[in-house]
């Protein structure tokens, strides 16, 4: 049974812990070390590894000081380079190219955001689970099988952006980059309806936007789509 613990999840710092009870994971290191050793209580020995889908700084912003924990670091190359990060602690991965940490198998996959490589991420156990884990993206190219959890954006829904467009509060520069870089609710919605979802027992919405969301309203919808249980991460 898989175990996940959101340490914060907005444009200020984004890190979840992932465990099956046998091996914890941490999915990016987007806060100050200190903060991110307090969220996990000081228990930093745990991790076996973590994970960074790209070099934003609300991702990856603790990547250099994991590495002098002694944790690997698993992302590509190209977000290694733009983050500077070199080292034996520097574990570089390709799309499509699977490799396991402890009993975990992790696959990841391309997505579609305006750093230099960015990923995406399927994780499976050895019990069966199969998690999927896709931010800052504005589309997924993929469809997955088998899923039992999925870890998903929801930043924006589409009707709010233009509301805050006509009123003046969100620049029209802002809004075509929002839309070219992050998934919205009708992004997720369409993500659901295309998997087999029918062994999908939890579903996380991560990184609302601050302005651009509405935490009750996309928990309810996407409940109502999907009939699964959905939680909405604190930011």
């Known amino acids: 049974m898989i175990d996940i613990a959101c340490l914060g999840s907005s444009s200020a710092g984004n890190a979840y812990r992932i465990s099956d009870g046998h091996t914890a994971i941490l999915l990016e290191a987007g806060f100050p070390f200190k903060s991110l050793q307090r969220a996990l209580n000081f228990r930093m020995s745990e991790i076996a590894g973590c994970l960074i889908s790209h070099e934003h700084g609300d991702h990856s912003k603790a990547a250099k000081d994991v590495m002098r924990a002694g944790i690997s670091i698993y992302t590509s190359q190209g977000t290694a380079d733009a983050l500077g990060l070199v080292g034996h602690r520097l574990k570089p991965i390709k799309a499509h190219q699977q490799f396991e940490i402890g009993t975990w198998t992790i696959k990841p996959f391309e997505i579609e955001h305006d750093a230099a490589e960015p990923l995406g991420f399927v994780l499976a156990n050895t019990a069966g689970d199969r998690l999927v884990f896709l931010t800052d993206t504005y589309y997924c190219r993929y469809r997955f099988a088998g899923l039992t959890h999925i ?24 809004k075509k980059r929002l839309l070219r870089s992050h998934f919205g609710l009708e992004h997720v919605k369409g993500f659901i309806r295309a998997n ?29 789509t999907t009939g699964k249980m959905v939680y909405v991460t604190d930011r």
Do not use: T
């Open 151 to 174: 870890m998903v954006e929801c930043n924006y829904s589409i009707d709010i952006v233009n509301q805050r467009v006509v009123a003046g509060q969100l620049h029209p520069a802002q």
């Open 196 to 224: 087999d979802i029918r062994a999908v027992q939890e579903i996380w919405l991560l990184h609302l936007s601050d302005g651009n969301s509405d935490a009750d309203r996309f928990k309810r919808e996407i409940q109502e």
